[in-house]
């Protein structure tokens, strides 16, 4: 289930998510850059990090913000979870806490390093709590209490670059950013990096993959790979499947056919995909 923020959070929230799974055996869970940063609280059960060799288990925190992404982590369950994902505008982490969005990058975070004991307080309460109404609440009531007296960034530039870059569906140069902003290349690399966390081509490749999945997920039965590939602005098909298993791991047809899809940038792989 997806969820909007209360308005006044829309600037720095892009929208809740709501995840629930019940299977019981172990399962590979494949987070991947969609350009934004999050924050998991896992309710009923903590998420595995890595098993070693003799299978111990390596656990993550309860509830965890992750940064920009270089690839893609993979997360392990072996029992039902409950998941709540908080996601971000692409510049929102950086407007809430005043901190350079390259210091999250492909990072994992516990969130008390993150929010102190608010976090760990929050965490609590939404555990506690059955009703999805409820939790969405107490969601809108934290972020509400980190904006008090603080406005949305005026950051023209970055507004500006975003509504470009994404417009375009990521594909761009970055000449074509320059002309448009007015600001040299060396400029606009350094405010990405500070207010997003990573450089505009790489924000941009990240928009186009996820402009390639929104193709593929409403593809006509007669559309092929490849019309789609040249849609989504990649020059060929060997391109393409480069770039996504850079970022995702597997091939675009592994993706449509071998996994499961639980949000635009998290996947149930299976065996033979791993």
């Known amino acids: 289930m997806q969820v909007l923020p209360s308005k006044e959070l829309a600037p ?47 656990y993550l925190p309860d509830s965890f913000l992750y940064g920009q992404l270089n690839g893609f982590k993979d997360i392990y369950s072996d029992n039902a979870i409950t998941l709540i994902i908080v996601v971000f505008q692409p510049d929102g982490i950086h407007q809430l806490l005043g901190i350079p969005a390259n210091e999250f990058h492909d990072s994992i975070i516990d969130i008390h390093d993150v929010f102190d004991r608010e976090g760990l307080d929050l965490q609590e ?19 509400r209490n980190l904006i008090t007296e603080k406005s949305p960034s ?17 594909y761009f140069s970055l000449q074509q950013l320059v002309d448009h902003t007015g600001y040299t290349e060396r400029h606009l690399e350094r405010k990405f990096k500070e207010c997003i966390g990573l450089s505009p081509k790489k924000f941009g490749n990240v928009i186009r993959l996820h402009h390639f999945l929104k193709l593929l997920k409403d593809k006509s039965d007669t559309a092929n790979l490849t019309t789609i590939c040249y849609d989504a602005g990649f020059s060929d098909q060997s391109h393409l499947i480069k770039e996504f298993r850079k970022h995702t791991g597997i091939s675009p047809r592994a993706y449509l056919y071998t996994t499961g899809k639980l949000t635009n940038n998290l996947i149930k792989t299976f065996p033979d995909t791993f």
């Open 12 to 58: 720095y929230i892009k929208h809740y998510l709501f995840l629930d799974n019940a299977a019981t055996d172990i399962q590979k869970l494949r987070l991947f850059s969609d350009g934004n940063t999050g924050i998991v609280f896992s309710l009923k059960s903590k998420l595995i990090s890595d098993f070693s060799d003799y299978k111990v288990k390596s």
């Open 125 to 143: 309460k939404l555990s506690e709590e059955i009703n999805n109404q409820q939790r969405i609440e107490l969601l809108n009531q934290f972020f």
């Open 154 to 170: 005026d950051d023209l530039i970055i507004k500006s670059s975003l509504t470009f870059i994404i417009t375009n569906k990521g």
